[in-house]
């Protein structure tokens, strides 16, 4: 099993749930490009990343593949343009459907370019600096698992997120590439199509845009959760999950 994170977020953000797993399956947490441990390329291309991605997998046997929000768009990009590699796909809260890029996050980025390292000593400084951006403890909280210490930085602190090329990508990062799928044939394995009740990111209009491409799709509300409803309700996430594993 191999889960993929979302904007902002890093592989580790999963351990809960793949500890959960763990006993009868193997489990990888991929940091995706631009974020966590992984490299900064030039770009936010989702073909790029998707590719990227597939040179971590094991060669051994297809995966089951898991994404939320962004890297769910990461997860039906490399089903559809690697479907050898993906025996079944789980999208969390996530719609293959281009999104308006003037959604929250432009607002998450400004806040943490503008946050002055300089004035950070320990990471509670931090919190109290990005609190009046960023007032929501929750939000705040998992944007400063990207904020490390760095001893070759200039104020002691770096950002483990490639915040310039989000930032000027986010159009990029919010649309979905029709365009270069049109000539892809549909992924024809089982997929696991997660909304959260509380979340705009899946509607019934964005329906036939993923019959479209991921036909043996079954679409699954875990009711009074929102966007993040792998952290905000992990026991539920589970047991749907573990449902559609067969275990």
Do not use: C
Not at 2 to 15: E, M, P, R, S
Not at 70 to 93: C, F, I, S, T, Y
Not at 158 to 175: A, C, F, K, M
């Amino acid at each position: 099993m191999v889960f993929l994170h979302g904007l902002f977020g890093q592989g580790k953000n999963w351990t809960g749930i793949a500890k959960q797993l763990a006993e009868r399956h193997r489990v990888l947490l991929v940091d995706l490009p631009h974020h966590g441990r992984s490299p900064w390329p030039e770009r936010f291309d989702f073909a790029e990343v998707a590719a990227q991605v597939v040179a971590t997998l094991p060669d051994d046997e297809p995966v089951t593949l898991v994404g939320h929000s962004l890297g769910g768009k990461v997860a039906m990009v490399l089903a559809l343009l690697h479907p050898e590699r993906v025996a079944r796909l789980v999208v969390a809260d996530i719609s293959p459907v281009d999104y308006e890029a003037s959604r929250e996050f432009p607002g998450y980025i400004e806040a943490m370019r503008d946050l002055d390292l300089t004035q950070v000593e320990r990471r509670a400084d931090a919190e109290r600096l990005l609190e009046p951006a960023v007032p929501d403890p929750v939000v705040r909280s998992f944007l400063l698992q990207n904020l490390r210490r760095d001893a070759a930085a200039p104020a002691g602190w770096s950002w483990q997120v490639n915040l310039e090329v989000l930032d000027r990508d986010l159009p990029v990062i919010s649309s979905w590439p029709a365009d270069e799928l049109a000539a892809v044939a549909p992924y024809d394995g089982p997929v696991l199509w997660l909304a959260g009740g509380r979340s705009d990111y899946v509607r019934p209009a964005y329906d036939a845009a993923m019959d479209r491409w991921f036909p043996r799709n079954r679409k699954v509300t875990l009711k009074d959760t929102g966007h993040w409803l792998h952290s905000e309700r992990p026991e539920l996430f589970l047991e749907v999950l573990k449902r559609f594993l067969g275990d």
